[in-house]
């Protein structure tokens, strides 16, 4: 029997090696492996006898330790066989001979006091001491026992690259287990969260398989897509059996909601699939970024060069292509498998027609990717972004080539622009790079040039990309776009949203002048009313120069436009008003006694009640120039007209 099963990555074996001698030299019976486990092969079954044969594992966690497949499969069994007696701590000791402790995973383990390489004496005292207090070997649990109450997932041969994100997800799902580095004291939801063929679900399964032993109560794996088809396979009628079958059980277990519909459910509505009881932890997997108070988020990302070579076969060129996308490796990777030779399958990953990926799936697996793009300001955006891939995208460049594609105001491309970068950003589709700008991956690009539901649209924007980015056009051309097999390039149509957006700002302003809001008898100021007005169509004015937008006079037959609906209200609504009391209060204004108020001077106008009434007349014209405007932009303030 070993007293310690010394874990430590290859490329610190030099560092290592007086550790070991000093624990020997303490008399301390202590497995290493010279040989090391080969990476990407799991725990081998000699790794597996000797921890069984083991008191417990002492980790060397340097910063590489974590990146070491056989490290942290030798890490996991441990832990759980401590897990297993109430405390994983147990069978774990960790030597830190980093300065930080944010690279030691799992979370109980950075709670724990860690012993110093720089003492050898006081940490062969420390180790010696912990495990004088084991009676026996640890518990290393036999393969192949199943705790799964729903759902049987398989393991997957093809999982590389994730262990440390295994631990994130376990230190997030455990964070309670220790408050004072985590600072909760309950136990806390996680989301998995990336785009489409990330490998969410795998990294999922892959950790119920490995932690099942950390959740007696069992594993519940829920489709979140068929939620109630879910519960019923679960034999249950609602959440109140739910809750009765959980708390009869009375041990923690894992409850994971794989594929959360955010395209289709709100926050709350998700939440509500959590573990119907306190003992339950929740790890959902979802494609958005929005919902932040759903748990603590693990972003999943490509996976690393090594990694992806190896999925792929070991072509750098492929792997280069899908940048580390797991499902597209995964094709591509089978596909080598099967005798297609790379230099093909990189030429068809870029040709016209079907896509690859969905032919190497037999189905369309692509679609999924950008199904969520679903507002117009996302699809724009994401059409801006492939056009300069690889290079980043920032929401000034968006805005410069939408505002040329559509002789947009550049305020009503920033607007755009801006939304469009938020949404995509939200749903995982564009990923930070440097100084503020986004990056496309090059699978969502192949994605959306199979599933673009507007390409004469996508390239349009191109041609407006090439030719504002380079600077080799007048700004104030249109941008073309050119129809195949003719020399014809047609203008694309400018949108109404600069319309819409000035129709918005003085429908706003306007609601809430006091033309508008009735003024009582006896009430406010003339003069306010009469400053009030005037400042209106300064704004007006104002705004439609903002959106470039005309002032002209509406036909009589033709729907309104904020154009005629401006003229109206400036030339023919508020101006005569204006023109005719503005002199008559002035010249009252003038007479005001020096001991006076201008207040009560004013009260006492004769002609004040007819300035009132006519004052408010201009109520029903306003409110209907309102309305005209609700209707171009979409808002409405529910402001009544009157008689």
Aim: aromatic share 6%; charged share 25%; glycine share 8%.
């Amino acid at each position: 029997m070993w007293d310690v099963f010394l874990s430590y990555s290859r490329g610190d074996v030099e560092r290592v090696r007086p550790l070991a001698r000093a624990l020997r030299d303490g008399g301390l019976e202590v497995f290493t492996d010279e040989t090391g486990v080969a990476s990407f092969a799991g725990i081998s079954d000699t790794i597996r006898r000797e921890l069984a044969r083991s008191k417990a594992l002492l980790a060397f966690y340097s910063t590489g330790y974590p990146e070491r497949a056989a490290c942290q499969w030798e890490l996991t069994t441990a832990h759980l066989a401590g897990l297993g007696e109430g405390d994983p701590r147990r069978r774990v000791m960790v030597v830190n001979p980093e300065p930080a402790t944010d690279h030691i995973h799992p979370v109980e383990l950075r709670d724990a006091r860690h012993a110093s390489a720089d003492d050898l004496a006081a940490l062969v005292a420390d180790v010696r001491a912990h495990v004088a207090r084991l009676d026996g070997p640890m518990p290393i649990a036999e393969p192949g026992v199943r705790r799964w109450l729903l759902g049987t997932p398989q393991p997957r041969p093809d999982f590389l690259g994730r262990l440390s994100e295994l631990w994130q997800v376990h230190s997030a799902l455990h964070a309670h287990a220790a408050p004072l580095v985590t600072g909760r004291a309950a136990a806390h939801a996680v989301q998995i969260r990336g785009m489409a063929g990330i490998g969410k679900t795998a990294l999922a399964q892959e950790y119920a398989l490995r932690f099942e032993a950390a959740y007696p109560g069992g594993v519940c794996w829920v489709n979140g897509e068929a939620y109630e088809d879910s519960l019923r396979m679960l034999g249950t009628s609602g959440p109140d059996d739910l809750f009765a079958y959980f708390d009869a059980i009375g041990e923690p277990f894992l409850w994971i909601v794989d594929a959360a519909p955010v395209d289709r459910l709100a926050a709350r509505e998700i939440a509500a699939m959590a573990a119907p009881h306190p003992l339950g932890h929740t790890l959902f997997t979802l494609r958005g970024r929005a919902h932040d108070t759903l748990g603590t988020p693990v972003d999943l990302g490509p996976l690393d060069a090594p990694h992806a070579r190896v999925l792929v076969g070991g072509d750098e060129a492929l792997a280069d292509a899908v940048d580390g996308h797991p499902l597209a490796l995964g094709l591509l990777g089978r596909a080598v498998r099967a005798g297609h030779h790379p230099g093909t399958l990189y030429d068809r990953l870029h040709a016209r027609g079907r896509s690859l990926l969905d032919t190497l799936a037999d189905e369309d697996v692509t679609g999924a990717v950008v199904r969520d793009v679903g507002t117009t300001d996302a699809a724009d955006v994401l059409r801006c972004a492939a056009a300069l891939h690889p290079l980043p995208l920032t929401v000034e460049e968006a805005e410069r080539i939408l505002a040329a594609a559509d002789r947009a105001p550049r305020i009503v491309a920033r607007r755009r622009a801006a939304s469009g970068v938020r949404e995509l950003r939200a749903r995982g589709l564009l990923t930070p790079a440097a100084d503020e700008r986004w990056s496309l991956h090059p699978v969502t690009q192949h994605a959306w040039h199979h599933h673009d539901p507007a390409p004469a649209r996508t390239e349009a924007l191109r041609h407006a990309a090439l030719r504002t980015l380079c600077g080799r056009r007048d700004s104030r051309d249109p941008a073309t776009l050119a129809f195949p097999g003719t020399r014809r390039e047609a203008p694309m149509a400018a949108p109404s949203e600069s319309e819409r957006m000035a129709a918005y700002d003085i429908q706003v302003e306007l609601v809430t002048r006091i033309g508008v809001q009735e003024l009582a008898p006896g009430t406010g100021s003339l003069r306010e009313a009469l400053t009030s007005l005037k400042s209106l169509i300064d704004f007006t004015r104002a705004t439609l120069h903002t959106y470039s937008v005309s002032l002209e006079r509406g036909s009589q037959t033709g729907a309104p436009t904020v154009q005629s609906l401006a003229y109206t209200l400036i030339n023919e609504t508020i101006r005569p008003f204006t023109s005719t009391w503005h002199p008559r209060l002035a010249a009252h204004e003038a007479r005001c006694p020096a001991d006076t108020a201008p207040h009560d001077h004013e009260a006492a106008w004769p002609k004040g009640d007819e300035m009132r009434a006519e004052l408010a007349a201009l109520r029903e014209p306003l409110v209907r120039i309102a309305e005209g405007l609700g209707g171009i932009s979409g808002a409405d303030f529910g402001v009544a007209a009157t008689g």
